[in-house]
C-alpha cells in the first residue's frame, strides 16, 4: 500500500496567486514526522518544511505552510503568492519512528507534484 | 560548510559491468541513505546505513549494494548494470538526533545510464 499519496501529477498557477499541493498519508505509528521538498529542473532536493505528528500547529515557513489534518491523514503545501522560481517538482515524505517497523529514520516518498507557475 | 557530494555525476555504462557510485558527507551524520528517481515513482530506497558496518535493504535494493567502512562514505555498487537501473541516484543523510524531526541532506543527483 501507497505510504504517501500525491494525486496531483501536475499543477498550473498564475504568478502572485496561491496554490495548495496535496498530500495524503497512510502509517499506524502515533509518532512521525511528514516533509516537503522542492525539486527545481536543475535536480537538486531542498527541503522546505516539516511538521510533527504531535505538532499542534501548522508549520509555516515564509510563504511556505503546511495545511496538517491529521483526522484525516492529509499535510497539504500551501505555497502563497507564487513566484516564477517556484516552478519545480515537489515532493511530500514522510518519516515513522517505530524501530520495530524496520522503516524508521527512513523517507518514504510520494510521486511528486509538478508545479508550473505562469506569468 | 558541511556538505554531501556524489560523484560522478553523469555516468554512461554498459549492460552487466560493475559500477560504483560515490557519496561523502561532511556532515558527521550516522545515517545514510540511497534512494533512485523514476518518472512517476518518487524517490525509492535502495539501501540504507545507520552506522558504520550497518547497512540495510530498501524498496529497491535488487541489483545494488553497499558497504560503510567508516563514517563519511556511503558507496553504492550496481553488481552487473541492467538498463532497469537507468536512473537518477540519490545519496542523502541525516542526524540520528531525534526519530523523526530531522531533515535528510540529500546530495546532487547521479544520472546513470546503462545501454
Known amino acids: 500500500a501507497q505510504k504517501i499519496t500525491q494525486t496531483q501529477p501536475g499543477m498550473f498557477v498564475q504568478e502572485k496567486e496561491a496554490v495548495t499541493l496535496d498530500c495524503t498519508y497512510d502509517?499506524?505509528?502515533?509518532?512521525?514526522?511528514l516533509f516537503w521538498y522542492k525539486q527545481p529542473s536543475s535536480g537538486e532536493m531542498i527541503f522546505l518544511i516539516y511538521?510533527?505528528?504531535?505538532?499542534?500547529q501548522n508549520a509555516t515557513e515564509g510563504r511556505y505552510s503546511l495545511n496538517f489534518q491529521k483526522a484525516r491523514k492529509s499535510a497539504n503545501l500551501v505555497i502563497s503568492a507564487s513566484q516564477l522560481g517556484d516552478s519545480a517538482m515537489y515532493f511530500c515524505?514522510?518519516?515513522?519512528?517505530?524501530?520495530?517497523?524496520?522503516?524508521?529514520?527512513?523517507?518514504?516518498f510520494g510521486s511528486g507534484t509538478q508545479l508550473t507557475v505562469l506569468p | 560548510d558541511a556538505e554531501i557530494t556524489q560523484s560522478p555525476r553523469h555516468k554512461i555504462t554498459e549492460t552487466g559491468r560493475q559500477v560504483t557510485l560515490a557519496c561523502h558527507q561532511t556532515?558527521?551524520?550516522?545515517?545514510m541513505f540511497w534512494y533512485r528517481q523514476d518518472l512517476g515513482h518518487g524517490l525509492r530506497l535502495i539501501h540504507y546505513?545507520?552506522?558504520?558496518?550497518?547497512?540495510n535493504k530498501g524498496e529497491v535494493s535488487d541489483g545494488y549494494s553497499v558497504s560503510r567502512s567508516n563514517t563519511e562514505d556511503l558507496p553504492l555498487t550496481l553488481e552487473s548494470a541492467a538498463s532497469s537501473q537507468t536512473s537518477v541516484y540519490f545519496c542523502?543523510?541525516?542526524?540520528?538526533?531525534?526519530?523523526?524531526?530531522?531533515?535528510?541532506?540529500f546530495g546532487q543527483g547521479t544520472r546513470l545510464t546503462v545501454v
Open positions: 542523502a543523510s541525516s542526524e540520528f538526533r531525534t526519530a523523526v524531526g530531522t531533515e535528510a541532506f
Open positions: 502509517t499506524s505509528d502515533p509518532s512521525y514526522g
Open positions: 511538521q510533527g505528528s504531535y505538532d499542534q
Open positions: 515524505a514522510m518519516r515513522e519512528a517505530t524501530i520495530s517497523s524496520g522503516s524508521a529514520r527512513q523517507l518514504t
Open positions: 556532515w558527521n551524520h550516522n545515517n
Open positions: 546505513s545507520y552506522g558504520v558496518q550497518d547497512t
